[in-house]
């Protein structure tokens, strides 16, 4: 049974993409993000951001962020508390990302041409019923191909960076023992439900009627009914089958206002009539499970995974954090942290 189909439960909400080391260059792709040698000509514009020779005006920052914004917010909007840190992370990544394609050049690294013929073919399949594609093509693919070969230069680079050996077996149990957390269960609450259905847009009476029905059936559970045999006849939850049972749940399968009233009973003990999105519902907190670290044999290949991860970005923030160190970077700070 999924989570959704619990009386109650917390709707799916998963997060965007995050950032990575193909983000940006994600953005660059849709934008055509072009930068300029320091004393290129930029009229009178303000600069974003200066790093070595290399001169970032504002207004291809503020493209870049404006791309960024679409990619990962689905309304093309930053909620107003995460624009501030949001703007930093943008600002970050168009840094580092121009350190790690200058590097890349620096070592001779020639881009994969089978893979940026690929990327092409790509846009044609994709725009081949567009007009304006096929008259703008020509004047486009130069621009395309070059940020193509920008994009595979960062990946190849990466690559290299976190080209680690192999851990010892030690290794991976060292990891596993100074990360408990992650291979702990949580704890988990045994729940039985009864609901008692409410049609979508039913009037204020059907909710009454409903929230009276639950309020009797919980009086006559506590005067001795068995929970089980009135959930059978008279739930219209598909755990009626089983007595209501909806067996172990961890926190935050339920959503927030059943899962507070859950949290302040024991075991046994019956919850008030809840109004769920279904109806009106009556929970019964039957039995607790405490979290349980995990054996290792049995995460053993979980862990492996957790190091390598871990590895590699500890790798690559070493590599990059070095380029800044040999690079004189300026960046107009009152363009970071504007907040419109």
């Known amino acids: 049974?999924?989570?959704?189909?619990?009386?109650?439960?917390?709707?799916?909400?998963?997060?965007?993409?995050?950032?990575s080391i193909r983000f940006l260059a994600a953005v660059w792709l849709l934008l055509g993000i072009g930068f300029a040698p320091t004393g290129a000509s930029t009229g009178n514009e303000e600069i974003f951001a200066r790093i070595d020779d290399l001169t970032i005006g504002a207004g291809e920052f503020e493209r870049i962020f404006a791309g960024a914004v679409r990619y990962k917010y689905f309304h093309g909007q930053v909620p107003a508390d995460e624009l501030a840190q949001f703007r930093h992370r943008v600002a970050e990544d168009v840094i580092d990302q121009v350190l790690v394609h200058r590097e890349a050049l620096r070592l001779g690294l020639e881009p994969d041409r089978a893979r940026i013929l690929q990327g092409v073919e790509a846009y044609d399949r994709k725009y081949a019923d567009s007009a304006d594609w096929q008259a703008q093509r020509e004047a486009v693919i130069p621009g395309l191909?070059?940020?193509?070969?920008?994009?595979?230069?960062?990946?190849?680079?990466?690559?290299?960076?976190v080209a680690l050996p192999p851990p010892a077996a030690a290794e991976i149990e060292d990891y596993y023992r100074r990360h408990p957390e992650q291979f702990t269960e949580p704890p988990r609450s045994r729940v039985s439900v009864i609901l008692l259905a409410v049609q979508p847009g039913a009037d204020q009476a059907a909710w009454d009627d409903a929230r009276q029905r639950a309020a009797e059936l919980r009086r006559r559970i506590l005067a001795g009914?068995?929970?089980?045999?009135?959930?059978?006849?008279?739930?219209?939850h598909a755990s009626a089958a089983v007595g209501g049972d909806l067996g172990y749940l961890h926190d935050g399968r339920l959503e927030d206002g059943v899962q507070q009233a859950?949290?302040?009973?024991?075991?046994?003990?019956?919850?008030?009539?809840?109004r769920v999105l279904e109806g009106v519902a009556l929970f019964r907190l039957t039995a607790i499970r405490p979290g349980q670290l995990r054996a290792f044999a049995e995460?053993?290949?979980?862990?492996?995974?957790?190091?390598?991860?871990?590895?590699?970005?500890?790798?690559?923030?070493?590599f990059v954090d070095g380029l800044r160190a040999h690079a004189v970077i300026h960046v107009n700070q009152r363009l970071v942290t504007r907040d419109d």
């Open 225 to 236: 009914e068995a929970f089980a045999r009135l959930a059978a006849s008279h739930s219209a």
């Open 145 to 161: 191909v070059e940020r193509l070969e920008r994009e595979d230069l960062i990946a190849q680079m990466r690559a290299r960076v």
């Open 299 to 318: 995460v053993s290949q979980r862990a492996a995974e957790l190091w390598r991860r871990e590895t590699e970005s500890s790798a690559w923030q070493a």
């Open 262 to 274: 859950i949290a302040r009973l024991q075991p046994g003990e019956l919850s008030e009539p809840l």
């Open 1 to 19: 049974m999924s989570a959704a189909s619990y009386p109650g439960a917390r709707a799916e909400n998963p997060s965007r993409a995050v950032f």
